[in-house]
């Protein structure tokens, strides 16, 4: 039967994992956030080329699986310098993979804010940039948190193929663990059940954030 | 870079592709069959029924796949159920699918307009009948874009399938690697084969759903 003493006394290793899987998690949805937020600027934008550099990056990372293109970047790092940085290489790739979702996400809630308003912006006297900054990027953002909040709950549960290239999350400390005690059963049903508490949190932090923009965008 | 090396072992990494394919559709059916389960589970008046079906989207909904995949492959033989990874890897694919695929087939099936239904009704049609006449017509055409996209993930993420040794194109790849040590080019030469893969699925399903969708253009 079950015996989840074995899970006691393998706890610390697994906490360790559990911080490294936020970590990671932390570190991707930041990249993901920044690159999706510049991609889908540069598709918006009149920069020549611009629009097509967005599109064949989107389609490349969703029409290949998310394990290929770690491989690809854990194996491509060292052909320019850097080494020994696995880290890195899932943060890149898990960020990267990510972006092309955030892009899309972003494109569709710049398009949802109402043209009237940025009329209206304009029509007050606000430059291109300011109208960017002061209404289309806050409006866009607030809208789009129910959908990255999502993205960011899919973000979490690719963070497990990083123990594929040896970065010691949560799954790879499991399996550390597992390699040790030859128990798999109540080591891998600990880690689902807290992959399923990291996800949770999330989305009340969301929730949270949402509720609160919400507000100011309602006194506002 | 030597791509004449690549060119060499192009047929080992097709032949991963051609299991790539089988195991994926195997997944995509059993996802199917198990979404449509969920559907019917969640419309019943039974609260203990609609729950099961409630905790078990809830639970893949927060379960990473790959750790799915262990759970399955390493804990099944547990409880006595010995099976191949090509099993465990096609379950893990169906199993992860399943709640994602109830909630497009729910969504098409509800966005039929009610008034048909009742009209349906008014005119004495049987449920079964409403169903496969008026529902599931409209539901499909509704369904099969999301239903696209979830495939192509599907496709993708049986990439993971390769860490228990399932011979898709991903593992072959590792093998050509063990050979070659040109990892870099290899896992390029298999990024471009699941796009060129994902690209003519989408294709494909664009001209069928055309197709299922003629009804609206007359």
């Known amino acids: 039967m079950l015996d989840f003493a074995r899970v006691t006394d393998a706890w610390p290793q697994l906490l360790e994992g559990a911080v490294t899987t936020v ?43 998310i394990l290929v293109q770690l491989f690809v970047v854990f194996f491509g790092l060292p052909l320019i310098g850097i080494r020994d940085q696995n880290f890195l290489a899932a943060t890149l790739a898990i960020g990267l993979n990510s972006g092309a979702f955030v892009t899309e996400i972003i494109r569709a809630s710049v398009a949802a804010v109402p043209h009237g308003e940025v009329e209206a912006a304009e029509s007050i006297g606000m430059g291109k940039r300011h109208v960017w900054q002061r209404v289309v990027l806050p409006r866009a953002l607030v809208t789009s948190l129910p959908a990255l909040t999502n993205e960011f709950t899919i973000l979490l549960k690719a963070t497990p193929l990083a123990s594929v290239v040896a970065v010691t999350e949560l799954t790879y400390a499991g399996q550390l663990v597992i390699s040790r005690t030859f128990e798999p059963v109540e080591i891998l049903l600990t880690i689902a059940a807290t992959y399923i508490v990291i996800a949770l949190t999330l989305s009340q932090l969301s929730r949270w954030l949402e509720r609160r923009y919400a507000v100011l965008w309602a006194g506002s | 870079m030597d791509w004449g090396l690549m060119l060499e072992n192009t047929p080992l990494l097709l032949l991963g592709l051609r299991w790539t394919i089988v195991v994926s559709s195997a997944g995509m059916a059993l996802a199917l069959a198990l979404a449509v389960g969920l559907v019917a589970m969640g419309r019943t008046s039974n ?79 049987s449920g079964p009948r409403i169903l496969t006449r008026i529902v599931g017509p409209q539901a499909i055409g509704m369904a099969l874009p999301p239903a696209t996209g979830l495939f192509i993930g599907l496709i993708k993420d049986s990439a993971i399938l390769s860490v228990i040794s399932v011979a898709e194109m991903t593992f072959q790849a590792k093998q050509v690697i063990a050979r070659t040590y040109a990892p870099f080019e290899v896992y390029v030469l298999v990024a471009v084969g699941y796009w060129v893969l994902t690209f003519l699925l989408e294709l494909g399903l664009r001209r069928l759903e055309g197709r299922v969708t003629r009804y609206r253009s007359l």
């Open chain 2, 47 to 125: 609260r203990l029924v609609r729950g099961i079906a409630r905790v078990h989207t809830e639970i893949i909904l927060g379960t990473p796949n790959l750790v799915l995949l262990f759970i399955v492959f390493f804990i099944l033989p547990e409880v006595g159920l010995v099976i191949e990874p090509f099993t465990a890897g096609l379950i893990t694919l169906g199993l992860y699918y399943s709640p994602y695929l109830a909630e497009v087939i729910r969504g098409a099936m509800n966005a039929v307009p009610r008034g048909q239904i009742e009209a349906g009704e008014a005119i004495g049609l």
């Open chain 1, 23 to 65: 970590q990671l998690t932390a570190a991707a949805a930041v990249l993901s956030l920044v690159v999706g937020l510049l991609s889908a600027m540069l598709q918006l934008s009149r920069v020549p080329g611009g629009y097509w550099i967005s599109r064949v990056y989107v389609s490349a990372m969703r029409g290949t699986p």
